[in-house]
């Protein structure tokens, strides 16, 4: 008995330990910024390779999104005889949720993986300790562009989700279904408020950003320094990164959409 | 990959993703439609104001020409508050009425503005109790079911003197 | 002629001309395992000085404790008098800006050029413009042998080519000292050469120090001015100039630089008797 509960405290201070080093390393993080922000182009190659790079990925599935929404929701609402609002719930659905949720989903598992990846390659070859060891920290050089071009790309990602699934809800809706265009957009206009809905979003998939890039870089920086560590860091930032956005979304959603 | 071209094409993403924020903005959202920059308030004192919402739009002829700004409770007066926001290139006169009205059988409710015959317009600020409550459908219920008890009970009072009468007998 | 010593060095520890001087440190790092114990070593200004012994000696963490990367547990590091703190993080940068260090395979930048590997501490430490960097850099690859390599990618050069760009790197910034990680690991006889060549050569002519680290005790001793044995207890077995630990009766330190495999180091792990695990009645 006593062997269990020892075995739980030791887990739980284990637990509160973890929490401190993440907060540190955070701290640290947040610390290192301003120092990349003095040389932009660090930032700059950083959008490149997380943001540019996942848009074909991105647009891809926003499209696919839009079409299956659309396609689905015109069942639903055609018992109703309410197939004209098929814009506007396509349009709340994208902006206020899938956009953000899907993209980082996304995210955490393309240019999250990529970044532990690198971060824990970059470890395992000792080229963090040799930066380190030339007086220059690997925090402002490696990380700190890699966070901020991590937290730029995300709502810009997210933004391109929502925009490319209406798109792609304009088409199945309008041109092969055949619900009327104009009501499409006009009762899509009067629903969607730009503030609420396009600008909560925009607020989750910053957050989203944070919260995935985050976990991707301490998982590569903590990762062991042989293969299978590196293997388990991509897989653990990708798991993480999914429960904290959906756990956030749940959080985020409840702030802002629970009074109508 | 050069320094430049880097650099053009994190300016293309970083414009695409400025375009598509303009277009969910514009198109797929309520911006381009009002500007809440040139309206004037309203307000209107409701003794029901229903299934009304803020942001529900204020419409004359079936055209909106405004939004609800906000809706509170008039502690005194237990009355509901509504404030208005109107177009400012859109005059009401002082007589005009307010009536909360539903938009198709099961719709969303709105504000709709009949114009009054007064020449002065309502400006700024101004309140008015000019005002016809939201119809509410117990209200209608129940009065639907006393109009109908009415009738029933004018046709069925003579019936019961006769018979009283005719057991008397 | 003076015997190689297996006890700490009196003398040297209060050596006038020493650049850095480890005194009686003990370091482990996590409190289950010392991996130092009680060490005392000293590194004259200008000369090079080799740290020799088995895998797990704590080598390598001597050199990581003198470039500051971990606080000692007891005991000081002293770097031209100054005792390093390795919680200091102003004191650490200056202390880094004269060092550099060359790892055990390099450490290069592998998203960069061999150019932009060396080029890296100066875009990073000092305000020059391109041409001088340029200037440098060539300098540098030349000072190693590798100038018309300077364009290739770190995918596209072999390993002993990756370490002299490494040690281009280090000494880009002229550091007073230079610390060398296993600098002869791996290679072949003809790079090895190269290497040790390179390491005395470029100590002669910059004035540095140089630290190397190794195992292989005759390319050291071709070219370093003293030698420091040490034993997988973490301590200083044996020190002195090669000849003198070439010439050592002590049985650990012959073991070791004869290459022999079978001496106070034991060939056999410890393990229960032959007849037992194999079944066989004794």
């Known amino acids: 008995m006593t062997v269990l509960v020892a075995r739980l405290g030791r887990g739980a201070i284990e637990l509160l330990r973890i929490f401190g080093h993440h907060a540190t390393f955070f701290v640290d993080l947040i610390r290192a910024c301003p120092a990349a922000l003095r040389r932009p182009y660090l930032v700059v190659a950083q959008i490149h390779a997380i943001g540019n790079l996942s848009l074909v990925i991105i647009v891809a599935s926003g499209l696919a999104v839009g079409f299956v929404l659309a396609l689905q929701m015109y069942y639903a609402l055609v018992t109703y005889g309410a197939s004209e609002s098929l814009g506007l719930i396509v349009n709340l659905s994208l902006t206020r949720e899938l956009g953000p949720v899907v993209t980082a989903l996304l995210f955490a598992g393309r240019a999250g993986t990529s970044l532990t990846a690198e971060i824990g390659l970059m470890k395992a070859g000792e080229q963090l300790a040799a930066m380190d060891m030339m007086a220059i920290d690997p925090k402002s050089r490696v990380l700190a562009p890699r966070f901020i071009g991590g937290i730029v790309s995300m709502p810009i990602l997210a933004i391109l989700f929502s925009a490319v699934g209406i798109m792609g809800a304009y088409v199945v809706a309008v041109l092969l279904i055949g619900v009327d265009a104009g009501n499409f957009w006009s009762i899509m206009q009067s629903g969607v408020d730009v503030k609420r809905d396009v600008g909560n979003g925009i607020v989750k998939s910053i957050v989203f950003g944070f919260i995935c890039t985050f976990v991707a870089l301490y998982q590569g920086y903590e990762a062991e320094a042989t293969p299978e560590g590196v293997a388990h860091g991509t897989t653990r930032t990708v798991v993480i990164a999914s429960l904290g956005v959906l756990m956030m979304d749940f959080v985020l959603t409840a702030l802002m959409f629970s009074t109508p | ?169 | 002629m003076s015997e190689a010593s297996p006890a700490a060095p009196e003398a040297e520890r209060s050596h006038p001309d020493a650049l850095i001087e480890v005194d009686h440190v003990v370091f482990g790092y996590d409190s289950g395992r010392t991996i130092l114990n009680d060490v005392t070593l000293s590194f004259g200004r200008g000369k090079v000085t080799a740290i020799l012994g088995g895998s797990g000696c704590g080598k390598t963490t001597l050199l990581r404790l003198i470039g500051g990367v971990y606080p000692v547990g007891q005991g000081e590091i002293r770097f031209g008098g100054q005792v390093i703190d390795a919680r200091n993080a102003e004191q650490l940068f200056a202390l880094r800006r004269r060092l550099g260090m060359l790892f055990q395979f390099g450490a290069l930048f592998t998203d960069l050029s061999v150019f932009e590997n060396v080029a890296f501490p100066l875009r990073e430490h000092t305000d020059l413009d391109e041409t001088m960097i340029r200037d440098i850099v060539l300098m540098k690859l030349n000072a190693v042998g590798l100038r018309g390599a300077a364009w290739l990618r770190i995918s596209e050069i072999s390993g002993g080519m990756a370490r002299r760009v490494a040690l281009a790197r280090a000494i880009a910034l002229d550091p007073e000292l230079i610390l060398y990680d296993e600098p002869f690991a791996g290679l072949d006889p003809i790079s090895m050469g190269v290497a040790a060549n390179l390491i005395r050569t470029l100590n002669d002519t910059t004035g540095a120090t140089s630290i190397l680290v190794s195992h292989d005790v005759e390319e050291c001793f071709s070219i370093c001015d003293y030698a420091y044995l040490m034993s997988s207890q973490g301590k200083v077995v044996a020190h002195g100039k090669p000849n003198q630990l070439a010439e050592s009766e002590d049985p650990e330190v012959r073991q070791f630089i004869r290459g022999e495999p079978d001496g106070p180091i034991r060939f056999h792990y410890p393990a229960p008797p032959l007849a037992e695990d194999f079944g066989v009645r004794a």
């Open chain 2, 1 to 169: 990959m050069g320094k430049k071209s880097v650099e053009t094409l994190v300016g293309i993403f970083v414009l695409l993703g400025m375009l598509g924020l303009v277009f969910l903005a514009l198109k797929a959202a309520n911006l381009g439609t009002f500007s809440s920059g040139d309206t004037y308030a309203v307000t209107a004192y409701f003794d029901n104001i229903g299934a009304l919402k803020v942001r529900a739009p204020v419409r004359s002829a079936g055209v909106t020409v405004g939004r609800v700004a906000s809706i509170r409770l008039d502690p005194k007066l237990y009355q509901g508050v509504v404030q208005l926001e109107i177009q400012r290139d859109v005059q009401f006169p002082t007589d005009s009425s307010f009536r909360i009205l539903t938009s198709g059988l099961l719709g969303d409710q709105y504000v709709g503005v009949e114009p009054g015959a007064q020449e002065k317009m309502l400006a700024a600020g101004d309140q008015t109790k000019q005002t016809q409550s939201a119809v509410v459908l117990e209200s209608l219920i129940s009065q639907f079911l006393f109009n109908k008890a009415a009738d029933a009970g004018a046709t069925a009072a003579p019936a019961p003197a006769p018979a009283a009468s005719g057991a008397k007998k």
